[in-house]
């Protein structure tokens, strides 16, 4: 068991579990929602949801791989042995491979537009006239390119294969030489970039609209949906259910604290969403962009702003947009490694293959269905999976109902079927302070009654949506 490898720290710890749950929807989702439903009443409700819900999920996961120092089915076939909880560990492995799958083909949007950025191929006066002269539409040569890039063939499949050996690359390193080494130096270098983006684009002209769409309180927006939509962010936001937490908790030292990284996570998940929000946000009003959900909120519109940028200063768009770019190709990275981990992590501890042999299988698999996921913007766009594209299929089917299953699974087995004694361990081991004590009373409850039936409103919101 000790060749499966262990974090240095509690720092380094941190830093991966940080990682995993910064990731593009922390960029392109949270500004929009928070914005769309009242900024600051949005973020409150955002914020006690990843208090009483999120955390314990989080704790939930992290004390079960922690306590068994396995991966997902692993630490199911010993806490439970003969039972059929173990099928919980099997669809954890599934879901973060069936993530990966098309994550990587947005991450891979991510390198080309590195690559864009790098040979400068934003920010030329004859784009920029372009771009502003079509119908009185800003971007909308940018939008055209972003849709001719994801409809093509081969150009995407190329940037999905670059981006998934990166993380095979990382994982091959094994915990500590890949993992932990690469988290360390990404996860800060994230932050540090993100923040310098945010200076930059609240000191543009125009900027103030954008920072009021995120902190004006505005609680006649935040309507029952508004709510669940915070709830939703939260939870998708920490990944939890998907078991990269799990598999990252079995890799900490025994002497470090499950309760503190849990909290430093869930805060530097909630302060990189927001800083995120003001360094994308005034950009995109400041350019006179109106603020749209998804990923096209970073490929098409936010090139139109590094066009109209090198008009004016060709040099400092170039820096810009490459400091941008990378802040997505590392947010991208530092989550997808963690999934990738998953299924390595299954196939070394149950099958003793060797993590080599393990990252070609899944990469392998991942690969594949990245493709079909790639090509269903393009070649196969007629292809319907009820009613959804293939990726989006594969997105809804993960999200919406996998994510929210393992989320509630692991509740349940925590508060229900695990020794109360295990979780104290962690959490309120012998000698504690009276604080201690009744934190872990408070947590107990939320871990075996609030989040449960907070999980299954999510869950029945999905199915009705």
């Known amino acids: 068991m000790d060749n499966r490898g262990t974090f240095g720290s509690r720092f380094t710890a941190t830093m991966a579990m940080a990682g995993s749950a910064i990731g593009l929807g922390n960029i392109w989702r949270f500004p929009y929602i928070a914005g769309k439903y009242g900024g600051g009443a949005f973020i409150i409700v955002y914020l006690l949801s990843a208090v009483f819900i999120c955390v314990p999920i989080f704790l939930s ?52 537009y590195l690559f864009k950025a790098v040979a400068q191929a934003f920010g030329t006066g004859a784009a920029g006239a372009a771009a502003a002269s079509v119908a009185g539409a800003a971007g909308a040569a940018e939008r055209a390119e972003f849709a001719s890039f994801i409809s093509s063939t081969w150009k995407p499949i190329i940037a999905h294969s670059i981006f998934l050996l990166a993380n095979a690359l990382v994982v091959l390193g094994g915990v500590k030489k890949g993992i932990e080494k690469f988290t360390k130096i990404t996860t800060p270098v994230l932050f540090v970039l993100i923040v310098v983006i945010m200076f930059y684009a609240i000191s543009l002209p125009g900027a103030q609209a954008g920072i009021n769409y995120l902190v004006d309180a505005d609680f006649s927006k935040l309507t029952a949906e508004g709510v669940l939509s ?36 869930a805060g530097f998940d909630l302060i990189f969403a927001m800083i995120a929000g003001f360094a994308i946000m005034p950009a995109v009003f400041a350019a006179g962009i109106e603020p749209g959900a998804g990923p096209g909120l970073i490929f098409e519109t936010l090139p139109y702003i590094f066009t109209v940028m090198g ?13 941008f770019f990378l802040t997505i190709l590392f947010a991208a990275l530092t989550s997808s490694i963690s999934m990738l981990e998953v299924g390595v992590s299954y196939l070394v501890d149950e099958k003793n293959w060797s993590r080599g042999k393990a990252i070609l299988i899944v990469c392998t698999g991942c690969w594949l269905l990245g493709i079909l996921c790639s090509l269903s913007f393009g070649p196969l766009s007629g292809v319907n999976i009820m009613g959804n594209s293939i990726f989006d299929f594969c997105d809804k089917l993960a999200s919406n ?16 079927k695990m020794k109360k004694s295990i979780l104290a361990d962690e959490i309120a081991p012998d000698g504690s302070s009276s604080v201690k004590i009744t934190l872990f009373k408070i947590l107990y409850f939320l871990i075996r009654y609030v989040a449960p039936l907070a999980i299954i409103v999510i869950f029945i919101t999905n199915l009705l949506m």
């Open 61 to 112: 996961e992290s004390i079960i791989g922690k306590s068994t120092r396995l991966g997902t089915f692993g630490a199911m076939r010993t806490l439970a042995p003969g039972s059929r909880w173990k099928w919980l560990g099997l669809i954890t492995v599934i879901t973060p491979l069936i993530i990966l799958s098309y994550y990587s083909v947005v991450g891979g949007w991510s390198v080309e």
């Open 230 to 265: 915070a709830m939703g962010q939260a939870f998708f936001s920490l990944s939890l259910g998907v078991g990269t937490i799990l598999t990252y908790a079995s890799y900490m030292r025994k002497e470090d604290s499950i309760l503190a990284t849990g909290c430093f996570t």
């Open 311 to 323: 008009e004016q200063s060709p040099v400092l768009s170039g820096c810009v947009s490459i400091l």
């Open 401 to 416: 109902f996998l994510m929210v299953l393992g989320s509630l699974l692991f509740v349940l087995f925590a508060g229900w």
